[in-house]
């Protein structure tokens, strides 16, 4: 899976897996329920750290949002 990279963020009862494709800057986040949520701070996120990310290790980050 050469050029992108898959992972899971869990947040509350929130679970999603996601596809990071870094080559054309594509996110894809299933499934679609809160997606709304994640996707953009996730996006940020797999943008800015690109480089430092490794395989197998595991990432937090906070999103501070008003529903």
């Given at each position: 899976m050469q050029g992108k990279m898959e992972g899971?963020?869990?947040?509350?009862?929130?679970?999603?897996?996601?596809?990071?494709?870094?080559?054309?800057?594509?996110?894809?986040?299933?499934p679609s329920l809160g997606r709304a949520l994640i996707q953009e701070p996730l996006s940020r996120f797999l943008e800015q750290q690109d480089y430092q990310l490794e395989p197998g290790e595991d990432?937090?980050?906070?999103?501070?949002?008003q529903i």
């Open positions: 899971e963020v869990i947040a509350e009862s929130y679970q999603w897996e996601f596809q990071w494709n870094f080559c054309r800057g594509e996110l894809s986040v299933k990432y937090s980050f906070t999103i501070r949002a």
